[in-house]
């Protein structure tokens, strides 16, 4: 027999972070189909649409925020197979940006995690990422979702594990973090070398900060500045970064960052 540890004088419904149930789709979802629906600005990424989810037309559904942060499919697949190559020991997966689902997606087809958890802070966009993942294929129960702060829940994971439903509960030894975070901030876009520190609303040494103590990947602009992720080295190690292409040219970096052993 099992015992649960929950907060004093509380249900198991009363965990600090639990696993989410089915989002409904929301009036920010949507599934556009032709490019006089699609608002000005992601025009051009509508048009990129089977690049970007293949099997859009079998009701792919996105905000329309999603759409300037979703990881191309070839890309969310090369990333899956990559993170699992470098190192085979990990278990699990944390996707802590999963966004409309397009890396969460790959990480569960697959197929070489035990577990998959993935966490969205907006409801509308986990439940386009749900729909998604049911789009492909991926069965009910195959990714913990997680409606959220990924912030708080690695905070919780790694310093009070007991305040987290059991679901959510994972060694942090045997399980990786994938951040795709948002990239904004002035000159993502436009300068030669971004500085990471400018980055918008988080920046790079938040992120590190918050996973420091499990092996993470962070999924960051092509011209991020590769000295400031360097620094990230833990001493005498190196660490990898990587750029992925599509179409003849780079769509983002990838550095893997080892976990750092004095936990500093
Ligand atoms: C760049 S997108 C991720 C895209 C995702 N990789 C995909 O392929 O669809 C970043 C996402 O992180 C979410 N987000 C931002 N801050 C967050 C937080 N603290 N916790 C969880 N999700 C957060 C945003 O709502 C957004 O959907």
Redesign the pocket.
Known sequence: MSTLRQFPGQGPEDFFMKPAEQLPLTDECHHYESKKEVPWDIQKYFAQRYSIFSLYDDGVCM?D??W????PEPI?NQVAYDMFSNDDSKTTII??????????IAFALAERWQRVIS????AS?LAC?QNNASVYGVGTGIITWVH??????IDALVNRPETLHPDLRVDPESTMVFA????GGPGYSTDEVFDLSTMQ??NLQQLYDAYKKMDHAL?LPRTSDIRQIAKLAPADEKLEVVQYCMEGASKALVAYIPASKAGS
């Open positions: 905000t925020d999603a300037f942060g979703v990881t969310a996707d802590v940006f999963a966004g409309a689902g397009g890396n969460s966490v969205e802070k907006d966009t990422a959220g702060d990924s912030f708080e829940y795709s975070p948002p990239w609303p988080y999924f």
